[in-house]
């Protein structure tokens, strides 16, 4: 059975920063793409972070980009998030996915696995 679970959420000062994992079981995310997704209260799942299967290229949302990083470890079967320079319309519920095809989509359709989403709340 496929999981990913999400981790390291929580609550942040504005410019501050929090560094998210999710740790894959069930899969192995060497021969997957991984993305990182958002969703602010009320508002549609955003694409935030993506990192292709074999090439480790990586592809951001302009609003997050030079601030946000994702990253691999497929020895330890977890990507990661590195938020920094956080804002408060960063606040949202972080989910990560995992795609088992070619390419490294910026929707959220062709994922194929999610994990349960944690929070990241950002004051100012």
């Known amino acids: 059975q496929v999981q990913l679970v999400e981790s390291g959420g929580g609550l942040v000062q504005a410019g501050g920063s929090l560094r998210l994992s999710c740790e894959a079981s069930?899969?192995?995310?060497?021969?997957?793409?991984l993305g990182w997704f958002r969703q602010a209260p009320g508002k549609e799942r955003e694409f935030v972070a993506a990192?292709?299967?074999?090439?480790?290229?990586?592809f951001y949302a302009d609003s997050v980009k030079g601030r946000f990083t994702i990253s691999r470890d497929n020895a330890k079967n977890t990507v990661y998030l590195q938020m920094n320079s956080l804002k408060p319309e960063d606040t949202a519920v972080y989910y990560c996915?995992?795609?088992?095809?070619?390419?490294?989509?910026?929707?959220?359709?062709?994922?194929?696995?999610w994990g349960q989403g944690t929070q990241g709340t950002v004051s100012s």
């Open positions: 996915a995992a795609r088992r095809g070619p390419g490294t989509p910026t929707t959220s359709a062709p994922y194929d696995y």
């Open positions: 990192i292709s299967r074999f090439g480790g290229t990586t």
């Open positions: 069930g899969l192995t995310i060497s021969t997957y793409g």
